[in-house]
């Protein structure tokens, strides 16, 4: 007979080996179909060289058209500061679908905005 303890050891091992597989089933059918990376409608690059800081939402919305893919700042009541996330920010041409978690994909243009609703920054895809 085996003791509790070599008991508690090969259940925990076959406990690890379910949430891994749980885990990898997840991973490569659910989550590829939620989060998958993708292109979105492409930006006008002569529209996106006429971008300027301190443009309202509705200023880049005219030029660039509405974006797909929004992050804002989360609050949270407990502490009263922002995740990790600090500006909102929208992509274009790009999302890897978890940008809130990662912030934007470098294969995004990106407009920051800060809490007015104007442009404080904006970017082109990393190379």
Known sequence: MRS??????VLSVIVVLIISGIFVVYRYTIADMVFSPHSLPRVDLDAWGQLQKGMTKE????LLGDSHSKTSP???????KTSSVDKEYWEYNWTDGLSGVFGPSLRAYV???????KVVSFREPVK
């Open 4 to 9: 509790k303890k070599q008991l508690f050891v």
């Open 59 to 62: 200023d880049v919305i005219a």
């Open 74 to 80: 989360v609050i949270t009541a407990e502490s009263n």
């Open 111 to 117: 407009v920051y905005f800060d809490g007015q609703g």
